[in-house]
């Protein structure tokens, strides 16, 4: 049975730091890309990171670029996201995302509340 497992989401105060983890069960995951995706109240699900499937390429949106890191332990079939220097406007659902060809799949997701 296929399934992604996001973990490390939580309420943290601004200028702190989380890391998120993203375990893969079901499939062969160092075939796949994966990307951390965030969904924020109101606004549509946008990406925030993406590591391909031999980790060779990384892409960051520009919003988090120089605070977050995305990176993939193919042994242990998890993907992570560090974010440090949270702000608030970084208070969203995160959702982790495997892809490979035209087949996906999406974690339930874990929330973020960047507040004081």
Do not use: H
């Given at each position: 049975?296929v399934?992604?497992v996001?973990?490390?989401?939580?309420?943290?105060?601004?200028g702190?730091s989380?890391?998120?983890?993203c375990?893969?069960?079901?499939?062969i995951f160092?075939r796949?890309?994966?990307?951390w995706y965030r969904?924020?109240?109101g606004?549509?699900?946008?990406?925030?990171?993406?590591i391909?499937?031999?980790g060779?390429?990384?892409?960051?949106?520009?919003?988090?670029?120089?605070?977050?890191t995305i990176?993939?332990d193919?042994?242990?079939?998890?993907?992570?996201?560090?974010m440090?220097?949270?702000?608030?406007?970084?208070?969203?659902?995160y959702?982790c995302?495997?892809?490979?060809g035209?087949?996906?799949?999406w974690?339930?997701?874990t929330?973020?509340t960047?507040s004081s």
């Amino acid at each position: 049975q296929v399934q992604l497992v996001e973990s490390g989401g939580g309420l943290v105060q601004p200028g702190g730091s989380l890391r998120l983890s993203c375990v893969a069960y079901g499939f062969i995951f160092r075939r796949y890309g994966m990307s951390w995706y965030r969904q924020a109240p109101g606004k549509e699900r946008e990406l925030v990171a993406a590591i391909f499937a031999a980790g060779g390429s990384i892409n960051y949106a520009d919003s988090v670029k120089g605070r977050f890191t995305i990176s993939r332990d193919n042994a242990k079939n998890t993907v992570y996201l560090q974010m440090n220097s949270l702000r608030p406007e970084d208070t969203a659902v995160y959702y982790c995302k495997a892809t490979f060809g035209s087949a996906y799949y999406w974690g339930q997701g874990t929330q973020v509340t960047v507040s004081s």
